[in-house]
């Protein structure tokens, strides 16, 4: 088989990437290791930027995300039992986000690559890259018992953090940077109407928590747990009742309680991957950066890789110019690095670290003071949060 490119994962970068270059005319196949219904049973992001909206418009898969998803003007942050609005709209000179699942833009772009005919291969085992460091790169993998391959001019990584892209570049070709934080984040989706109109993170002496939605009955909470703590520990009472200890008074009086219809623990990391590229392999999304959920960057920053990535691929295949290919990890990482920081200070400002000592809790409570005291903080906040530019 051969296509121009191969894609490995068909999770929202792979999907995204595939459907925007078939649109420009260049041949593609996506490899994913697992069933399609796999894929879609993962409960993750639920905030997009503005930015990634349009991407995802220009794919033809955003009909059901204007149709269906919330456009929010700004969002809550709760501390000392208080709730404080950071008003993204007006911080941000008229910028908001869009309130839809990741498992429902990643069945949209699904069935967008069904109805253009897009090449997926499910269940492609032992995925692997080959030849990438010559112009002449393949794919290997099985389906069925059977060894398949794919020869392409370009592969991309878009599997995730425990693919095997980023995992086949030789060590000395790569250099990874790590965080590993102390404790993981707990999430519920339940059928239930949404306490909070608008998401909310919360500050509190037991630890963090997020109060977030999929829609006008659904609604997606988070606590911070220990690493050690498994689901069977978190019967949905107890969910509730350590939630509702964390929120300000009149949130938890106001929460409407259901039963968990999804219950997962994520631990959380931030990493990154330097350089995006290695030859003719290149690296997008999760495959070469994660970072802590806190502040809703991981999937964002997803989209600008493919943004850079995509634009990068048509200039090559229609004008024969390969600047966009070879500024990509550059251009990539400038950004990814900003989610890392952001990421990393929202995780920092609003969740408790068992080794933090009274000092350092004091500091935090006086970041979120400040924050609250000063336009000019809320300010930046709010020109991350909506994304910065590509
Ligand atoms: P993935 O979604 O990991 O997809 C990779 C795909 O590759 C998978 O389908 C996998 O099966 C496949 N694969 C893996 N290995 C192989 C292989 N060897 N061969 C073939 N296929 C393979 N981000 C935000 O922007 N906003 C949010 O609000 C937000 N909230 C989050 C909340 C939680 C609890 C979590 C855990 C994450 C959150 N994120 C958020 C991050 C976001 O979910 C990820 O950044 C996003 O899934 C990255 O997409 P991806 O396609 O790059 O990788
Ligand atoms: C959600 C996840 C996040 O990481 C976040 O910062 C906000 C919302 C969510 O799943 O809805």
Redesign the pocket.
């Known amino acids: 088989m051969r296509a121009q490119v191969g894609i490995?994962?068909?999770?929202?970068?792979?999907l995204l990437l595939s459907q925007l270059l078939h649109l420009r005319g260049i041949d593609n196949v996506v490899?994913?290791?697992?069933s399609r219904d796999y894929?879609l049973g993962r409960i993750?992001?639920?905030?997009?930027e503005h930015s990634f909206t349009e991407i995802l418009r220009e794919a033809q898969a955003g009909e059901r995300m204007d149709r269906e998803g919330q456009i929010h003007d700004g969002f809550f942050i709760a501390h000392a039992g208080v709730r404080h609005r950071i008003d993204l709209k007006a911080l941000t000179g008229g910028k908001t986000v869009m309130v839809y699942g990741?498992t429902e833009l990643t069945r949209d772009l699904y069935e967008a690559r069904d109805r253009l005919g897009g090449k997926i291969i499910h269940n492609?085992e032992n995925?692997q890259p080959h030849a990438f460091d010559t112009g002449k790169p393949y794919l290997t993998w099985s389906e069925g018992g059977q060894l398949r391959r794919l020869d392409c001019d370009f592969i991309v990584g878009?599997?995730?953090?425990?693919?095997?892209s980023r995992q086949s570049i030789p060590k000395d070709k790569i250099q990874t940077f790590e965080k590993i934080y102390p404790f993981g984040?707990l999430?519920v989706l339940t059928r239930t109407p949404p306490v909070s109109p608008e998401v909310l993170y919360a500050n509190h002496e037991r630890g963090f928590a997020l109060c977030s939605l999929r829609s006008s009955m659904l609604s997606r909470y988070?606590i911070q747990v220990p690493l050690t703590d498994s689901i069977q520990d978190w019967p949905d009472d107890r969910f509730f009742d350590e939630l509702r200890h964390r929120l300000p008074g009149e949130v938890a009086a106001a929460m409407v309680v259901g039963p968990s219809i999804e219950k997962s623990i994520?631990p959380l990391r931030s990493f990154i991957a330097e350089p995006m590229r290695c030859g003719n392999l290149f690296l997008?999304?999760?495959?070469a950066h994660?970072v802590p959920?806190t502040g809703?960057?991981?999937?964002?920053?997803?989209a600008s890789d493919i943004h850079y990535l995509y634009h990068a691929l048509v200039d090559h295949y229609t004008r024969g110019d390969d600047r966009g290919l070879n500024e990509y990890s550059r251009r990539a990482l400038a950004r990814a690095w900003k989610g890392q920081r952001f990421s990393w200070w929202m995780t920092k400002l609003l969740h408790r670290f068992p080794d933090d000592s009274p000092y350092d809790q004091r500091l935090q409570q006086t970041e979120l003071e400040y924050l609250f005291s000063s336009q000019n903080a809320l300010a930046s906040v709010a020109e991350n949060y909506v994304g910065l530019p590509f």
Do not use: F, M
């Not at 490899?31 to 697992?34: D, N």
């Not at 878009?158 to 095997?164: A, E, F, K, P, T």
């Open positions: 490995i994962g068909g999770g929202p970068s792979g490899l994913e290791k697992h894929v993750r992001a639920g905030v997009l990741q492609a995925v878009c599997d995730g953090y425990h693919g095997v984040w999430g988070y994520a997008a999304g999760d495959a994660i959920p809703a960057r991981g999937l964002n920053t997803a």
